[in-house]
């Protein structure tokens, strides 16, 4: 989708260490029609490089999909410090993780996470979900940055 009204380009942000289920993810978000910009990061360190280099550039990502379950730390740690960052605390995010049980979705909810998909996921159930989040981009309005 061309950007029409947007002054800066919409990025998604793909914290995923599983090199097959960032490909599936992916395909299934272009399969659902969202263009927009996929920035993959296979580790928690990278992705809160990307983060932190984007509010110092003023282009950061514009939504989150954060699996839970890194090599390096765990996702909770990412969100936690997403959400007690000024710049980066609006940020949705959207838990794509293997994880089921009720009380690491309580907490990440409590956090701060938008929405929160179990993997494997539904097929139906996800492109519907991103064919929302497609008309959400198409109309959110991006913080300037220092916002």
Excluded: W
Excluded at 39 to 49: E, K, S, V
Excluded at 111 to 119: E, M, P
């Amino acid at each position: 989708m061309p950007n029409r009204t947007e002054p800066r380009q919409v990025t998604i942000l793909m914290v995923e260490d599983d090199a097959g289920h960032a490909r599936l993810i992916e395909r299934n978000i272009r399969r659902a029609g969202v263009c927009n910009e996929i920035i993959h990061a296979a580790d928690g360190a990278t992705a809160l490089d990307i983060l932190n280099e984007g509010l110092a550039r003023a282009h950061r990502p514009t939504l989150v999909l954060l699996d839970l379950n890194l090599p390096d730390m765990s996702g909770i740690t990412i969100l936690e410090r997403m959400k007690a960052a000024e710049g980066l605390k609006r940020i949705p995010v959207i838990i794509l993780t293997t994880t089921d049980d009720e009380r690491e979705i309580r907490r990440c909810y409590d956090l701060g996470a938008n929405v929160y998909i179990t993997k494997p996921v539904d097929y139906e159930q996800f492109a519907t979900a991103i064919r929302q989040l497609g008309l959400f981009l198409s109309v959110i309005q991006v913080p300037e940055a220092g916002e």
